[in-house]
């Protein structure tokens, strides 16, 4: 009896082997990554080279602190936000209207929207806010017949020429961004929309554009923090924005490096803060369309803190 349950599979113990004696316990030995630790170390040599170059540089440190809150810089900013989201929204508007008309069927619209597309992709953007600067050497009066007739000068103020130059350079990229995401959404869902009723207006209303959102809304962010930096360009065309505030102030007080890095600081700042604003919008959209969404950057930090917790006591 004895022999039949010893060489029973069923009566054996568990965690010890056929013959009956225990397993030993598996040791595991991570692999060790050296050359982690080697590039770890050259480039925190490096970052702590940088930073010392900078510090024994001749540069006035507390200049950068003391202006960083000026009411003229403030004052650039506020104008910087205010002409790159009302250029996005002009770019926007004109994005989806321009995608529509190259998605036609209608050849006229089509053409006009690729010459559109084609010019203003092709074209430097600082090219065409001189072009819209100096737009008064040409047509001296804008006369639109009995509804509205004024000097050209008087019309295109520097926030005007800043607003369709960036404005309009920004519709062409938007344009092949919104027609990328609607040809990224089947087109049965436009058939079934037709089958039931719906008009073309109302099912690219209701039912494309909603579903393209989730691929428009990345491209669509990195092109608004784009255009915060690009609206540095209008400092040309006499609009006083944070880098044409900044550099009066450095060109006046003698200290052109201390207010190019201050406004260096607001730039980092506001591409900082809008690109969370993004993230949380493509999260959004995100929604129906992945099973499970990924994590914000609070709930990732909390992960990390649990894991390095638990990491000693794994150990151990």
Known sequence: MTDKLSKDPAATPAGSGPSGTPYEAIKAVPVRHYGRWVSGVVVVALLGWLVYAFS??????????????????????????????SAMALGLVLGIVFAVMRLSKNPVTGAVSW???????????????????????????????PIYKDETSQV??????????????????????VRAGIQSVDEGQTEAAH????????TMRRIVLPQAMRVIVPPTGNEFINMLKTSSLVSAVQYTELLRASSNIGSTAGAVMEMLFVASIWYLAL????????????????????????????????TNLTTFKRSPEASA
């Open 271 to 302: 591409t900082s803060v809008f690109s969370v604003g993004q993230y949380y919008l493509e999260r959004r959209f995100a929604r129906g369309s992945t099973r499970n969404l990924p994590p914000t950057p609070w709930q990732r930090v909390k």
């Open 195 to 202: 089958a039931l009723g719906m008009s073309q207006t109302k």
């Open 56 to 85: 024994q540089g001749n540069i006035i440190w507390a200049t950068v602190g003391d202006k960083l809150f000026d009411p003229s810089v403030l004052s650039g900013l506020w104008k910087t936000v205010l002409i790159s989201v």
């Open 156 to 177: 295109l103020t520097p926030f005007m020429v800043a607003l369709l130059g960036l404005g309009l350079n920004e519709g062409a990229y938007m344009a092949e961004i």
């Open 115 to 145: 010459l559109y597309i084609w010019f203003f992709r092709g074209t430097p953007v600082y090219v065409q806010l001189l072009v819209w600067f100096n737009l008064a050497l040409i047509f001296e009066y804008i006369n639109l017949g």
